[in-house]
């Protein structure tokens, strides 16, 4: 914060506008512009639903609220304060976003639109894109600095699997059905299962719940607030989603994963690669990453693959979950000696 009627610090504004996912492959780049410039007031424009998240990472210091829709260039003629010392653009790599930067007049811009050769690469993974632009104007980023601080609040489902069917596209969402089979899989493993759903996914989460026989003390309905979604993650057994921004907020807190993609590979979004994360995927022609209908390459992923996949990160249970919510004790002893399975890996 800045202190009232103390001596203003430069300001250095950073847009990237887009969602959860993003910011948080942001985070490399953020930190990076961090080092550089430690006596900077970082802001950082992006939609103000995400304030939260961004102060965690620790990279800015406040939040220009700005959004558009779909992954659009948003006005920042709100900006309250003389020019930028600095502004940086990593919202993308075209003229509209360098521009809504431009006409705050900052003393200097980083952008993508104004390399000459161009710097822009469609073939790279998006935590490197931006620690390499970064780069090339002399500041340092490291594409793997992505864990985000311990939270402050409990987890309101330690231990649980969080399995999140929803996105923000339909073309990265599987099937609810088969969302459904696989919690059915889990739970009949011993494992407590919560369903988790952003805001207006709650027709969705129902879905499966009830496909799946899931008591309603397991869904996790209308969003959660960024703080206790990040300690429901970091206190999780695994996370299994898709192509989305709590696949990302996993990474950040080493939480084992098992993300399903399509129609985007992971070598452009996927989480490092480690034994602690599983991307599965299934190659084919490039599909709409913000399309209408599920993409073929996401419909290739079965429902026994993503389930053989979750139990390979998951230690054996000592009890088994009933019907309504009881348990039965189960006969592995061995078990509590493998909860902390794979999280010795570096992310």
Request: with cysteine; charged share 20%.
């Amino acid at each position: 914060m800045i202190a009232e009627g103390g001596p203003q610090p430069s300001r250095l504004l950073v847009l990237r506008a887009l969602g959860l996912g993003d910011l948080l492959t942001g985070v490399p780049a953020l930190r990076g512009i961090r080092r550089a410039f430690p006596a900077h007031h970082i802001v950082l424009a992006l939609p103000g639903a995400l304030t939260e998240a961004a102060l965690a990472t620790g990279a800015v210091d406040s939040v220009l609220p700005a959004e558009a829709p779909g992954r659009a260039v948003p006005s920042l003629e709100h900006w309250a304060h003389p020019p930028p010392d600095l502004a940086v653009d990593l919202h993308g790599n075209g003229p509209e976003s360098r521009d809504a930067l431009a006409a705050l007049r900052p003393r200097r811009l980083l952008a993508h639109a104004d390399h000459d050769p161009p710097l822009w690469r469609a073939d790279e993974h998006e935590r490197r894109r931006w620690c390499r632009f970064l780069g090339a104007h002399g500041i340092t980023a490291t594409p793997d600095d992505v864990r985000l601080p311990p939270p402050v609040a409990p987890s309101p489902a330690p231990g649980a699997v969080v399995v999140h069917p929803g996105a923000d596209a339909s073309s990265r969402r599987w099937p609810a059905e088969r969302f459904a089979a696989l919690v059915r899989r889990l739970r009949a493993a011993g494992h407590r299962v919560v369903v988790t759903g952003g805001p207006g996914e709650e027709a969705l989460v129902r879905s499966v719940a009830a496909r799946a026989g899931l008591p309603a003390g397991d869904l996790l309905l209308g969003g959660l607030a960024f703080n206790d979604l990040s300690a429901l993650v970091a206190g999780a057994a695994l996370v299994v989603s898709g192509d989305t921004g709590l696949a990302h907020l996993a990474v950040a807190h080493a939480t084992p994963s098992v993300t399903l993609f399509g129609p985007v590979s992971p070598r452009l979004w996927g989480p490092p690669r480690t034994r602690r994360h599983t991307a599965l995927w299934k190659a084919g022609p490039p599909g709409d990453p913000h399309g209408t209908v599920p993409d073929p390459c996401l419909l290739r992923i079965d429902t026994d693959e993503v389930a053989t996949a979750a139990l390979a990160h998951l230690p054996r249970p000592t009890s088994l979950i009933l019907e309504g919510g009881g348990t039965r004790a189960l006969a592995h002893p061995s078990a509590s000696r493998r909860q902390g399975h794979g999280r010795g890996d570096h992310p």
